[in-house]
């Protein structure tokens, strides 16, 4: 036993850190920042690196997006849509964690583990093309809401009013 995390997912994450450093001679380090796990109940719950909570008990300056299921058109045709998609960004946009309640929360919480584990911003998920109807589309719609404030700000509707005068 290696300790951490009891994990069937991380014993085959620690088995590549060994071939890479034993076999490959190639420098890796444990790195749990992104780590997904699943709670397997109806419905289910993801989770991937940081929550509200522990982000703000970190001292990051964290901001929280969130998507219903129930705006989900794959969702609604299915009549399932309790749950919800609950992002955690840190500094400039950056993903640091992500939380998924619903039907199919294991399998959607994967780009978010990518987009933690890769330091990627939220525009790098809000600029997804992503198949429609699908439960995946909560995950753009969620990241897509750290742009709201932007295009609805006072600004954005002067410089609209000032465009639509010309046409």
Aim: aromatic share 8%; proline share 6%; net charge positive.
């Amino acid at each position: 036993m290696t300790g951490g995390p009891q994990f069937t997912h991380v014993a085959l994450y620690h088995a590549g850190i060994v071939i890479r450093n034993a076999l490959f001679r190639l420098p890796a380090k444990v790195d749990y920042r992104a780590l997904p796990w699943v709670t397997y109940t109806d419905p289910e719950l993801a989770q991937a690196g940081l929550t509200e909570a522990a982000a703000h008990a970190a001292g990051e300056d964290a901001r929280v997006l969130r998507w219903p299921f129930s705006q989900n058109d794959r969702a609604q045709t299915e009549r399932d849509i309790e749950g919800l998609v609950k992002i955690v960004l840190g500094r400039n946009g950056r993903v640091i964690g992500a939380s998924i309640l619903g039907a199919g929360a294991g399998d959607l919480i994967l780009p978010w583990a990518l987009a933690i584990s890769q330091k990627l911003k939220i525009g790098a998920l809000a600029n997804l093309i992503v198949p429609y109807p699908t439960r995946g589309e909560a995950s753009k719609r969620a990241a897509g809401c750290y742009y709201t404030p932007t295009l609805f700000s006072p600004r954005t509707r002067r410089l609209v009013r000032f465009l639509a005068r010309f046409g």
